[in-house]
C-alpha cells in the first residue's frame, strides 16, 4: 500500500489523525534546536521525531510503574546528552 492509497482510505472513512498543540511545539523546539546547531532539515526533524518519541514511551513506562523515577530521570538525562552531542 501507498502513502497516497493509506490517505485515501482514511478520507474515504472520515478519519483524522490529529495530534495535541502541545507536543507539536515540543517537536518543533526540538527540531528548532538542531536547525540552529547546523543539522539539516530532515536530520533535524528525524532527531526531533526520536526525541519525543523516546521521552514519551519513557514517560509512559514511568506512569505505569514500569521504572522507577530515577530510571525515568537517567533516560530523560541520556536523550538530553544525544540531543547536544
Do not use: H, N
Not at 523546539?29 to 536547525?35: E, H, I, Q, S
Request: a negative charge; aromatic letters at 6%; proline letters at 1%.
Amino acid at each position: 500500500m501507498t502513502l497516497r492509497e493509506a490517505v485515501q482510505q482514511l478520507r474515504e472513512r472520515d478519519l483524522a489523525c490529529t495530534v495535541a498543540a502541545d507536543e507539536v511545539d515540543k517537536k518543533a523546539t526540538v527540531f528548532a534546536d538542531c536547525v540552529e546547531r547546523g543539522f539539516t532539515p530532515l536530520r533535524s526533524e528525524i532527531m526531533a521525531a526520536y526525541y519525543v518519541a523516546e521521552r514519551d514511551a519513557a514517560t509512559e513506562a514511568f506512569d505505569r510503574g514500569l521504572i522507577t523515577r530515577a530510571e525515568l530521570e537517567a533516560k530523560q538525562e541520556a536523550l538530553a546528552r544525544q540531543l547536544l552531542t
